[in-house]
């Protein structure tokens, strides 16, 4: 039998290795449509979808926005500033709001963790996940597992390290959820402060050299720091953290193997990353970027109850889900 | 002419007597006249007596709850001083002490009083205002101890916030010592707390939340059970949370320090697994911790390292909760459940039996912050609590009289409640059916 999704995509943890998979199956024939001259099929003409963000994100929200435009949904983007205390209406209000309006899904981003969840328990629409504090960004853990995939031709067994701040990363709980169900090995390597307490709780080996990181991976996600961080007290400084824990042409060519470099991006050139490991032959940042789009195709297909076995007719124009 | 009550044929059990036994308690005006097998039969003829019949149920001196939050003044929509000691009264307590962290801080001689004058006007449970420490709760200038306790005020505390200079944390408990009041002690290291929704752990790690460790506690309890053992001055430590707190309390009374604990229903009966789904209604300050915390604050009640257990009502608005977890209040509502909470997670699985629930939640708050209640001796003010030990039911918040809905409980099966609550020889509650 083939999985379902659910109503709503809130996170990896929750799903099964089999529902991954069907994701990162249905994202394939979805590839190709960006690649095509006119970028466009009919699968979700109709159907109305709202951009709900909280933060400020680039990236994600042109991401998605693509995903919905080439599926054919109608769009509306809501960039909400400021933190939800400061601002007047709460998140409930914004719920019902939306579910008045009878939108069939929203993407949402917020800087509260557990934020899609609250809107997904509220409201009938599907809710994804498009990142909520600092517990999950479930499309971009699917894109950084699609994008292993395709260059592995598996997940069972290959070894990832995500190296920096994961005690804040929405992206490395996404990664360490969706690997170790897909059969990955998975390390987590960072100073100590930027590492929850209860990590290896949570299945993973912790590396506190970046060293012995580099010597066991097959491949390295690498976190962007974010430098607030700094006067949090976490770290002593962008020089120092460089030094110990930046990825550097230097220190990979060490390990004699060639390792795959992913980065969730924006990235910080010259602190968590050196430009000639951003830019390098083993670097597959802006293919990850290619594939969120595919991704995210294959998320919104499959919540609007699209079947997994119509993908490939779905892309080639026909109306049906 | 005066008024009498008989409460006929329950089991009595009041520890500060060592008694337990099937008799009838007799009450006259507001004090208690007799107890006894024959009580009965020998007052059955008195002129407008009030029989209440209690077969089958726990007679016991009235529960004190040290520790609660009325909101009066400054969040009268959340709950009222009436409102809270109405709520009070259907939990089976006779008397709660009210906190100081309302708007304005009850920090001076009036704003006691204030709570004092709406106390009596609620005319149910006793309210004992609990003066600030510091004046505002601003952690900065002591307030004015011994105008306040002139007033009616009982303790002090700045709970809701720690008394982050250990300075004026030994100012006060040398201060107090004049007075013979207990400062009661919210314990938090400011630093590490900072931003904390939820313990720190395995599950805050996997929902994203910044937690609180067990430390932010610990490093407390054992800085103000030092600073009692350096002025001779009573630390009363609210809301124990952890295995660790409860071992540095040992070590302190083990030293006869003056020290004294107090712990809360939820944290003697919910973990951190609560919080999944981000449900803040388990939200609250000092977290719920982890199974093994549950497990040595259980025996700590059992073996007195605990002396009282106090239920932290802490009313909110339903809005106020219905947010994002991070920027959701702490705190809930616990006056209407802490005795059936007690009696499902300590008595029925034979942890404590009865006559100790009554002592951690009669005699020995009685006792810690020298209440007149405690003791159905003859004599005694007649505060007294009819409950069933064995009935279940299940909590409904939209029942409570307490305006707060805010409970983790919602839905579960309870066992054990109030049947009926006499203050000074009044029955301010009564159970209906």
């Known amino acids: ?321 | 002419m005066s008024r009498s009550i008989l409460l006929r044929g329950g089991r009595v059990i009041d520890p500060s007597q060592s008694l337990d036994e099937t008799a009838d308690v007799l009450i006259v005006d507001d004090t208690v006249e007799a107890i006894g097998a024959r009580v009965a039969s020998e007052t059955s003829n008195r002129d407008g007596l009030e029989i209440i019949d209690c077969t089958g149920l726990i007679v016991s001196p009235g529960f004190v709850d040290v520790h609660c939050h009325l909101r009066e003044p400054g969040r009268e929509e959340v709950e009222t001083i009436a409102t809270g000691a109405r709520a009070a009264a259907a939990g089976g307590f006779t008397s709660v002490c009210a906190m100081p962290n309302t708007d304005p801080v009850t920090d001076n001689q009036a704003a006691v009083g204030f709570i004092i004058r709406q106390g009596t006007i609620a005319n149910a449970a006793r309210v004992y205002p609990v003066g600030a420490i510091s004046l505002g709760q601003r952690g900065e200038a002591l307030a004015e101890f011994g105008e306040m306790v002139a007033a009616g005020a009982v303790a002090v505390s700045d709970d809701g916030r720690p008394v982050a200079s250990a300075h004026l944390m030994r100012t006060a408990l040398e201060y107090a010592r004049t007075f013979g009041i207990p400062v009661a002690d919210h314990c938090e290291e400011p630093t590490l707390a900072n931003g904390g929704a939820m313990n720190e752990g395995i599950v805050s790690a996997r929902l994203g939340l910044k937690g609180i460790p067990a430390e932010a506690e610990e490093i407390m309890a054992i800085r103000d059970i030092l600073l009692a053992r350096r002025t001779g001055g009573h630390i009363h430590l609210c809301h124990m949370s952890t295995r660790g707190s409860v071992e540095l309390i040992r070590w302190g009374k083990d030293r006869g320090i003056n020290v004294t604990a107090e712990v809360c229903p939820h944290h003697i009966s919910l973990t951190e697994d609560a919080v999944e789904d981000y449900d803040t209604n388990a939200k609250m300050n000092p977290p719920l911790r982890t199974a093994d915390d549950v497990a040595a604050l259980q025996q700590a009640v059992r073996d007195g390292t605990i002396d009282v257990i106090a239920t932290d009502h802490a009313p909110h608005h339903y809005d106020e909760k219905e947010r994002e977890f991070a920027d959701a209040p702490n705190g809930i509502v616990g006056l209407e459940t802490a005795l059936a909470v007690n009696i499902t997670w300590l008595v029925a699985p034979g942890i404590i039996d009865l006559p100790l629930l009554i002592e951690r939640m009669s005699c020995a708050p009685s006792r810690v912050y020298k209440l007149s209640g405690g003791t159905l001796r003859r004599g005694a003010p007649a505060d007294v609590t009819v409950f069933d030990p064995e009935t279940t039911w299940v909590v409904e918040p939209s029942r409570f009289k307490s305006k707060g809905r805010n409970t983790p409980y919602a839905g579960h099966t309870l066992q054990g409640r109030a049947r009926f609550t006499l203050v000074g020889g009044r029955v301010v509650y009564r159970a209906d059916e």
């Open chain 1, 1 to 321: 039998m083939i999985p379902s999704l659910g109503k709503d995509l809130l996170g990896l943890e929750r799903l099964s290795g089999d529902q991954i998979k069907l994701i990162l199956d249905t994202a394939e024939p979805f590839k190709e449509i960006s690649e095509r001259a006119i970028k466009k099929v009919p699968t979700l003409r109709g159907a109305t979808i709202v951009n709900l963000f909280f933060e400020a994100s680039t990236r994600t929200r042109v991401s998605f926005e693509f995903a919905e435009k080439r599926l054919s949904a109608d769009t509306v983007n809501v960039a909400a500033s400021g933190s939800s205390v400061s601002k007047g209406e709460t998140l409930v209000d914004t719920a019902r709001n939306l579910e008045a309006m009878r939108i069939d899904m929203v993407v949402i981003r917020h800087g509260a963790s557990g934020a899609a969840q609250f809107l997904a328990d509220r409201i009938e629409s599907n809710v994804i996940n498009a990142g909520d504090g600092t517990h999950e960004h479930p499309t971009q853990g699917l894109l950084d597992l699609l994008t292993l995939r395709d260059h592995f031709g598996r997940l069972d067994g290959i070894k990832v390290c995500i190296v920096g701040d994961v005690m804040h990363s929405r992206v490395a709980r996404s990664n360490i959820w969706g690997l170790t169900k897909m059969g990955a090995d998975v390390g987590v390597c960072g100073p100590r402060s930027l590492l929850p307490n209860a990590i290896d709780e949570m299945g993973v080996k912790v590396f506190n050299r970046v060293e012995e990181a580099i010597e066991w991976a097959d491949a390295l996600n690498i976190l962007r720091l974010q430098f607030e961080r700094m006067t949090a007290g976490y770290i002593p400084s962008q020089r120092e953290y460089n030094r110990v824990f930046g990825i550097s042409r230097e220190r990979l060519d060490r390990a004699k193997r060639d390792i795959l470099i992913l980065h969730p991006g924006p990235m910080n050139r010259g602190v968590e990353i050196d430009s000639d490991v951003a830019d390098g032959p083993f670097s597959v940042i802006l293919e990850q970027v290619t594939n969120g789009v595919a991704v995210r195709m294959a998320v919104l297909y499959l919540l609007s109850g699209g079947k997994p076995e119509l993908a490939e007719s779905a892309k080639r124009g026909g109306g049906e889900r």
